[in-house]
């Protein structure tokens, strides 16, 4: 998510396509990992298992783009890399390698959580998110994260993108209604983890749109 590198200091497209996909794996895990997590350690607690899992997906967050930021910008988002290509920052054929490794990442990280907390490596979700609410939160969501980093790259200030997307993730977990997916892969990802951070699979082609408006 720190889409400021020019193309004389990329690393070849083969690392940084591992390099999304291993970042958006760990994003995936971290996110429903501590849902599931919070869940366990706080049964009948809605308001306690959502601090619990925001505060961890901001501090995972945070590290995830510092550790492979430096390789491809970690954009761990399609929305992100799309962007970054419209202002010219990625070329599109790179955009067309880093997608479905960002997608195969967040599944890969929903089955590794289910597994580390002794579910079904796949359960499919069945948790319904699709009111018009909830679409409206991920058009701000997603809108404000893409202010966030780019606001940060283009005003000289990526170093700072790591925190600042950290910190914003986590307050969007808390003022938007659908809890700031803000990210089509992961969004697809969540489909296939029955719990309490999973999206039942006919919501997810109405927040993808959401996400893809903002």
Do not use: K
Not at 24 to 46: K, T
Not at 86 to 103: E, I, K, S
Not at 184 to 198: E, H, L, Q
């Amino acid at each position: 998510m720190t889409p400021a590198v020019t193309a004389d200091q990329r690393p070849p497209l083969a690392r940084r396509v591992a390099a999304e996909a291993f970042g958006s794996m760990l994003l995936a895990a971290l996110v429903i990992g501590s849902g599931i997590a919070a869940q366990q350690l706080s049964p009948n607690q809605i308001g306690l298992q959502l601090a619990e899992n925001a505060t961890v997906t901001a501090a995972g967050l945070f590290a995830i783009i510092l550790m492979v930021g430096p390789v491809s910008g970690a954009h761990i988002n399609p929305v992100v890399s799309a962007v970054d290509a419209l202002f010219g920052g990625l070329p599109w054929r790179d955009v067309a390698a880093y997608l479905p490794a960002q997608v195969a990442g967040c599944v890969a990280g929903a089955v590794l959580a289910n597994v580390m907390f002794g579910q079904a490596a796949v359960s499919i979700s069945t948790h319904d998110r699709a009111s018009g609410a909830h679409l409206l939160s991920e058009i701000v969501a997603t809108a404000g994260l893409l202010l966030v980093i780019f606001a940060l790259a283009r005003s000289g200030r990526a170093d700072r993108a790591p925190a600042a997307v950290g910190a914003y993730i986590g307050a969007a977990y808390w003022f938007t209604s659908s809890t700031s997916f803000a990210n089509p892969a992961i969004t697809v990802g969540r489909m296939f983890s029955d719990t309490f951070a999973g999206i039942a699979p006919a919501s997810v082609p109405a927040f993808v749109a959401a996400q893809l408006t903002g």
